[in-house]
């Protein structure tokens, strides 16, 4: 049997995430999930790729705020009814429309990274689709995720992971929102659709990983060459042309409905 055994939910993109007992689902993932990013002035996307210390970053969710820690700093409190200025920025090649959380954030951020950035919310009235290369027929949604509504990595995987390393890693390296339990090492690869009470979860893309899995996510400093280097000898995909380590999910039916940890789920054949 297939369980959840995390949930996580990351609400400002390449921060730190938060593991939650139970998460409403949206037609783009989790909610708050990736809802608000770093940019810079021009509206460019900054992620941990480029800026580690970025993992450093605390987030919280009030009932009206999104609240951010980071050593050195007073917290910042960043109401969920502050809609501020309409701009556009750009994830990969995406063109989005969000709004400017406004200038107490860019200079908490600025003075946090010590360059020039600025915080954005996705607007909810855009719809960013996912690449439908992968999505079929269904059409599927994004915030600020690199491309997929959810990302899910079973414990056995990471468990098959760390029994080839010299140390072994924690879950949080690879960011997932779902950790899922009772599938094999890698189960999570033959995937179909996730299914739980209302929810459907389709599995569409493995997940390439990047510099960001040699972070160490507790200090923001980059920790050598692992995982990528012992990835790389059993996990390349010739067809991405990448290492690849978890599966990305997009949500096929249940928006409105909940996961909870400890829930069972069904793995059925994908269907339209």
């Given at each position: 049997m297939?369980?959840l055994?995390?949930?996580?939910?990351y609400?400002?993109k390449?921060?730190?995430?938060i593991?939650l007992d139970?998460?409403?689902?949206?037609?783009?993932?989790?909610?708050?999930?990736?809802?608000?990013?770093?940019?810079?002035?021009?509206?460019?996307?900054?992620?941990?790729?480029e800026?580690?210390?970025?993992?450093l970053?605390?987030?919280r969710?009030?009932?009206?705020?999104?609240?951010?820690?980071?050593?050195?700093?007073?917290?910042?409190v960043?109401?969920?009814?502050?809609?501020?200025?309409?701009?556009?920025?750009?994830?990969?090649?995406?063109?989005?429309?969000?709004?400017?959380?406004g200038e107490?954030a860019a200079?908490?951020?600025?003075?946090?990274?010590?360059?020039?950035?600025?915080?954005?919310?996705?607007?909810?009235?855009?719809?960013?689709?996912?690449?439908?290369?992968?999505t079929?027929?269904?059409?599927?949604?994004?915030?600020?995720?690199?491309?997929?509504?959810?990302?899910?990595i079973?414990?056995?995987?990471?468990?098959?992971?760390?029994?080839r390393?010299?140390?072994?890693?924690?879950?949080?390296?690879?960011?997932?929102?779902?950790?899922?339990?009772?599938?094999?090492?890698?189960?999570?690869?033959?995937?179909?659709?996730?299914?739980?009470?209302?929810?459907?979860l389709?599995?569409?893309?493995?997940?390439?990983?990047?510099?960001?899995?040699?972070?160490?996510?507790?200090?923001g400093n980059r920790?050598?060459?692992?995982?990528?280097?012992?990835?790389?000898?059993?996990?390349?995909?010739?067809?991405?042309?990448?290492i690849?380590f978890?599966?990305n999910?997009?949500?096929?039916a249940?928006?409105?409905?909940?996961?909870r940890?400890?829930?069972?789920?069904n793995?059925?054949?994908?269907?339209d």
């Amino acid at each position: 049997m297939i369980t959840l055994a995390e949930l996580h939910v990351y609400p400002v993109k390449s921060c730190r995430g938060i593991a939650l007992d139970a998460a409403r689902i949206t037609e783009a993932g989790l909610e708050h999930d990736r809802e608000w990013m770093v940019v810079t002035p021009d509206g460019r996307f900054v992620t941990q790729r480029e800026r580690p210390r970025l993992a450093l970053i605390e987030t919280r969710l009030t009932a009206d705020a999104l609240v951010l820690a980071a050593p050195g700093l007073e917290p910042l409190v960043v109401p969920y009814e502050h809609d501020g200025a309409p701009t556009e920025v750009t994830v990969w090649r995406d063109r989005c429309r969000a709004h400017d959380q406004g200038e107490d954030a860019a200079r908490w951020l600025s003075t946090f990274a010590g360059c020039e950035l600025r915080l954005v919310r996705f607007d909810p009235s855009h719809r960013r689709p996912s690449d439908p290369a992968w999505t079929g027929r269904l059409e599927a949604f994004a915030r600020f995720s690199d491309g997929f509504a959810l990302l899910a990595i079973s414990r056995a995987s990471l468990a098959d992971l760390n029994a080839r390393l010299a140390a072994p890693l924690p879950m949080n390296r690879f960011r997932p929102n779902l950790v899922l339990d009772g599938l094999p090492p890698y189960g999570e690869d033959a995937l179909g659709d996730v299914v739980a009470g209302g929810v459907r979860l389709r599995r569409v893309k493995p997940c390439a990983r990047c510099i960001i899995t040699t972070t160490d996510q507790a200090s923001g400093n980059r920790d050598g060459e692992e995982p990528l280097r012992t990835l790389k000898t059993y996990r390349w995909d010739p067809a991405l042309r990448g290492i690849t380590f978890g599966q990305n999910l997009i949500v096929a039916a249940g928006a409105g409905s909940w996961l909870r940890v400890g829930m069972a789920l069904n793995d059925q054949a994908a269907s339209d």
